[in-house]
């Protein structure tokens, strides 16, 4: 059901985008790519190949490689308060693995504080 009533691979754009970090305010233009946007409830994912073969093993992934910080680049631009992140593992039987992030759980508010960092770093050396 979700395959089929999200968009696919649907690009957005933001213009001046508002960020805050260490009190500094600042603003970028945007650009992301989603894998699945649905647009009737204004949130979307990712999928994301995995060698984790448990949805703790991938949970950990989602933390190790920062995803967050990426699912919430994508927020920044949609406004979106939900997201989710779907692990497809590479072995047999190929389990599905969601990790879902919302505005003001760990995950999200983690992703949150890394990508003002980064967006501050790059903003600052432009």
Same mark, same amino acid.
């Given at each position: 059901m979700l395959l089929q009533r999200c968009d696919k691979e649907k690009e957005l754009f933001k213009k001046s985008a508002p960020f805050l970090h260490d009190g500094h305010a600042f603003q970028l233009d945007m650009r992301? #790519?989603?894998?699945?946007?649905?647009?009737?409830?204004?949130? @979307? @994912?990712?999928? #994301?190949?995995?060698? %984790? #073969?448990?949805?703790? %093993?991938?949970?950990r992934s989602v933390i190790n490689y920062d995803y967050p910080r990426g699912r919430l680049f994508y927020s920044k631009i949609t406004g979106a308060k939900r997201d989710v992140i779907i692990g497809v593992s590479k072995h047999y039987p190929h389990k599905i693995f969601p990790v879902y992030l919302r505005e003001g759980c760990p995950l999200w508010e983690a992703g949150e504080q890394r990508l003002n960092e980064l967006a501050y770093q790059y903003w600052s050396l432009r």
């Open positions: 992301c #790519k989603y894998d699945l946007w649905d647009p009737t409830v204004t949130w @979307g @994912g990712d999928f #994301k190949s995995t060698a %984790a #073969k448990t949805q703790e %093993a991938f949970t």
